[in-house]
């Protein structure tokens, strides 16, 4: 009976977390305060970073219902909201033009040599604080970390305190890594705070398990996004819920595995491991909207992403090789028949992100605006990297097959001249959202 009145609460706080999520999360997007969240994503489409502090509220709250004791209680808001606060503090300040130039903790500290405090140095430090006070009340309220006699008790528990703060920041601050695709970090608070559900501090992870899982879909249909806030509070409340099992020992094999991986993403992108793991990119594209580049166009093959983030399949006026797009000649089966510098045939379909630049991309809109159809995305050879297309002189009574798509050389064109072109104008998934930042590396 005991135990299924456990599960009950559990499964009410899971609820719980939800509910809270749910509320927060339309108070926030009702607030005249919204439009200081908005930011625009990688497909030039307008999303919150409104879920970030509803996470923290929400998870920080019905954490605090599901622990054992008063302190550990407070130990959880203190944790959550400490870390929401401060992230939401670098989410809204560190987006101004002067504190983007600092990243990562060489950046912060680099700047503090200079007279500047960041945003990120400020959440540096206040995601320290919530952590010391947090784990200080959490030893309290758990008794964790006592020894035997009063000099050995002082010197065991506050080296537990130090591990259980490295431990709450630490994870604090990994989880907030993995904030760089639409429903990542989200789903690496999921995959670890499910076994925490079972068994000691179960209580302490199941509201902030209910209140991420019900803002996943919001996140991965890109309406929302966690921000440093909502990643930093859910990793810190992992955190305590980690600490709130352990002793010294387990603490610093867990400080030591947190402080490994950080360090690790100062040199290796986890973003590209992912992408190299077949397990890992399924589980991390789960959800997810399609690449950009990788969406075919209705009814005319191959779509090219804007590099302005207008969509896909089409080349925005004033764009380099937009007007000589403009003033494509002929027909899909022109084109398709048309010649290379050297003769060889051009593919009407052909993968435009590749970022060696075999083959630029030109969206042929005349011949979408003839048709109705959506533009074709026409890889062209004989490009550079210079990033502008010059203009081709037209061949005068030129031969099938020969037409402005084609890239041959006209009268008074030389070889050079003919192979100066652009580059592809495409949207890689490295660079999936200006949103959510470039890679984020060690302390971010």
Do not use: C
């Not at 305590?240 to 352990?246: G, H, N, P, T, V």
């Amino acid at each position: 009976m005991g135990r299924a009145r456990r599960i009950a609460g559990r499964l009410a706080l899971v609820g719980a977390g939800a509910v809270v999520a749910q509320a927060t999360l339309r108070a926030l997007m009702a607030s005249p305060a919204a439009p200081a969240l908005d930011r625009t994503n990688h497909r030039g489409r307008t999303l919150s970073l409104a879920s970030g502090p509803a996470l923290a509220v929400a998870a920080a709250t019905t954490a605090a219902v599901g622990a054992a004791s008063a302190p550990v209680a407070v130990a959880a808001l203190a944790a959550g909201l400490g870390a929401g606060a401060v992230g939401l503090y670098d989410d809204v300040v560190g987006a101004r033009a002067d504190q983007k130039a600092s990243k990562g903790f060489r950046g912060h500290l680099s700047a503090l040599k200079e007279g500047r405090v960041t945003s990120g140095l400020v959440k540096i430090g206040g995601i320290g604080v919530a952590g010391l006070a947090a784990s200080a009340l959490l030893s309290r309220g758990s008794g964790r970390g006592r020894g035997i006699g009063p000099r050995r008790s002082r010197l065991g528990g506050a080296a537990n305190v130090l591990l259980g703060a490295g431990v709450i920041a630490g994870m604090a601050n990994l989880v907030n890594l993995f904030d760089l695709r639409p429903g990542r970090a989200l789903k690496v608070g999921l995959l670890v705070g499910a076994p925490l559900a079972v068994g000691p501090a179960a209580g302490l992870v199941a509201g902030p398990l209910g209140a991420a899982g019900v803002l996943l879909p919001d996140d991965l249909d890109e309406r929302v996004m966690l921000g440093d806030s909502g990643a930093n509070a859910l990793g810190a409340l992992l955190g305590l819920a980690l600490a709130a099992r352990s002793g010294p020992l387990t603490r610093a094999v867990l400080l030591a595995g947190i402080g490994g991986l950080t360090l690790a993403s100062e040199k290796v992108s986890f973003t590209k491991v992912i992408e190299r793991t077949p397990v890992l990119r399924a589980v991390d594209m789960w959800g997810r909207k399609p690449a950009p580049g990788t969406e075919p166009a209705a009814g005319a093959g191959v779509g090219v992403a804007s590099a302005t983030g207008q969509g896909p399949g089409r080349l925005p006026a004033g764009t380099p090789g937009g007007s000589t797009a403009q003033g494509l000649a002929g027909s899909r089966s022109a084109l398709a028949g048309s010649t290379g510098p050297d003769g060889a045939g051009i593919p009407v379909a052909q993968d435009v992100s590749d970022p060696r630049g075999a083959g630029a991309a030109v969206a042929a809109d005349a011949d979408a605006e003839l048709s109705g159809a959506e533009p074709v995305a026409v890889p062209q050879r004989g490009t550079s990297r210079s990033g502008t297309k010059k203009p081709r002189a037209s061949k005068q009574g030129g031969a099938a097959g020969q037409s402005g798509a084609s890239g041959a050389t006209g009268p008074g064109q030389d070889a050079s001249t003919a192979k100066t072109a652009s580059k592809p104008v495409t949207a890689s998934v490295e660079g999936e959202s200006s949103a959510r930042g470039a890679e984020k590396s060690g302390v971010s």
